[in-house]
Nanobody, 130 residues
Framework: QVQLVESGGGLVQAGGSLRPSCAAS????????LGWFRQAPGKERECVAA????????HYADSAKGRFTISRDNAKNTVDLQMNSLKPEDTAVYYC???????????????????????WGQGTQVTVSS
């Protein structure tokens, strides 16, 4: 079992930056592919960024490209999402997620769909004011 806890959300003006962080306990994240998702009221949960177990492959939603950066620190058992140039439409609850990977699986794969992930944090609110 992996327990994920997000922190670092908050209220920021448009154009500002935030860096939500997700800390894991229970098991090491080094054996997991990771992702950051968000869900705005009335909308489906969507993947904004994903990173492979190896860390060598990353994916960003079109809305996040050039503004968001996902990074993992296996030594600290954390995954962060640096968000710059924030827009009001980035307002949502942000969730981190982890997918257990077999040691024999390709470590360069990332995943962008909700059902692919095994563990979820409780979410952190990000609000961007105009």
């Amino acid at each position: 079992q992996v327990q994920l806890v997000e922190s670092g959300g908050g209220l920021v003006q448009a154009g500002g930056s935030l860096r939500p962080s997700c800390a894991a306990s229970g098991r090491t994240l080094s054996s997991h592919a990771l992702g950051w998702f968000r869900q705005a009221p009335g909308k489906e949960r969507e993947c904004v960024a994903a990173i492979s177990r190896s860390g060598s492959s990353t994916h960003y939603a079109d809305s996040a490209k050039g503004r968001f950066t996902i990074s993992r620190d296996n030594a600290k058992n954390t995954v962060d999402l640096q968000m710059n140039s924030l827009k009001p439409e980035d307002t949502a609850v942000y969730y981190c997620a982890a997918r257990t990977m077999s040691p024999f699986a390709n470590g360069n794969l990332y995943y962008t769909s909700v059902p692919r992930y095994d563990y979820w944090g409780q979410g952190t609110q990000v609000t961007v004011s105009s």
